[in-house]
């Protein structure tokens, strides 16, 4: 049963799920309780989106309770493009009903009511949606789209962006020596040496065959290069058990950096391939910057 505040006389729980936004915000959730939970593009919000069109501090979410029940009210904390509840813009508050869409900027979020298994298939439908299923980095849409959210805020507030791509030498000859079912566990624990030698704040990311990308926000090109090298370097020195087999490989790297190689996401793109083209001719199992620095290539 559910009354007129959409409360509800069960053990299912109050979710926020944005159902229409960015590829990056699609599919976010966050499960409510009884704390206020603001939401917006500033770090401080407790629901965070990327999506532009959204305020940094858009609106909030408010638990009250009467009478031993617990319901949710929606204000709108002075927004630039308003806050929307089933498309009427909310002028005060509003309480939530179980279904509510609400809309800011052009992201969409419903309100409802969900049980375990609800919250167990939406959680699969979103790691399907965003991450590479073989290997657990995020898949090349949605990191192509961080991309260019941190770039947005490099360029805004004049921080460096250094941008790593990374290519297995020679994977072919893997494939065809041992088979596929080799060659995939040995990806996998390549994204897996990437994982464990990135920062926390460092963005990973599988491009596509045998290719990896790292974004690493307010960092400049040595330090970029730095974090290229302990791949790199972790990667040598570690062999890889499949199956029967022990695969030793190794990976080539080419680095870009805003503002000092770049001045575009585009550039950024296009220099870390030049360079990771470049560290193939000389010999691979190394990593190159677009703009050569001290130390480069030896």
Not at 159 to 176: E, Q, T
Not at 258 to 263: F, I, N, Q, R, V
Not at 269 to 283: E, F, P, S, V
Request: aromatic share 8%.
């Amino acid at each position: 049963m559910e009354d007129e505040r959409g409360k509800r006389q069960t053990d299912q729980h109050p979710f926020l799920t944005v159902i229409w936004g960015t590829n990056f915000d699609f599919g976010k959730e966050m499960k409510l309780g009884e704390r206020p939970v603001l939401i917006g593009r500033s770090k401080e919000a407790n629901f965070r989106l990327t999506d532009r069109m959204v305020s940094r501090r858009h609106c909030v979410i408010r638990p009250v309770r009467e009478k031993g029940n617990l319901y949710y009210l929606i204000e709108d904390v002075g927004s630039s493009n308003g806050t929307y509840v089933n498309e009427e813009r909310i002028l005060d508050k509003k309480i939530l009903t179980s279904g509510d869409k609400i809309r800011v900027g052009e992201t969409i979020i419903k309100f409802h009511y969900k049980d375990e298994y609800d919250t167990m298939f939406f959680q699969k439908l979103y790691k399907m949606a965003v991450y590479d299923g073989h290997t657990g980095l995020l898949n090349k849409t949605f990191f192509m789209d961080e991309m260019k959210i941190q770039f947005e805020i490099a360029s805004r507030q004049d921080l460096p962006l250094s941008f790593i791509i990374l290519d297995l030498d020679d994977f072919k000859k893997v494939n065809d020596q041992y088979g596929h079912p080799v060659g995939d566990i040995v990806l996998k624990k390549i994204a897996e040496i990437i994982t464990t030698s990135k920062r926390t704040q460092d963005i990973a990311g599988r491009l596509g065959g045998e290719e990896f990308g790292v974004l690493l926000p307010a960092t400049d090109l040595k330090g970029a290069v730095a974090l290229g090298e302990r791949i790199r370097e972790n990667v040598e020195k570690t062999p890889i058990k499949a199956y029967h087999e022990i695969i030793r490989i190794t990976i080539s790297a080419g680095i870009s950096n805003y503002p000092l190689t770049a001045s575009s996401l585009s550039e950024l793109i296009n220099q870390a391939d030049q360079a990771l083209y470049q560290a193939k001719r000389m010999g691979k199992n190394r990593v190159l910057t677009y703009l050569p620095i001290a130390g480069e290539g030896k």
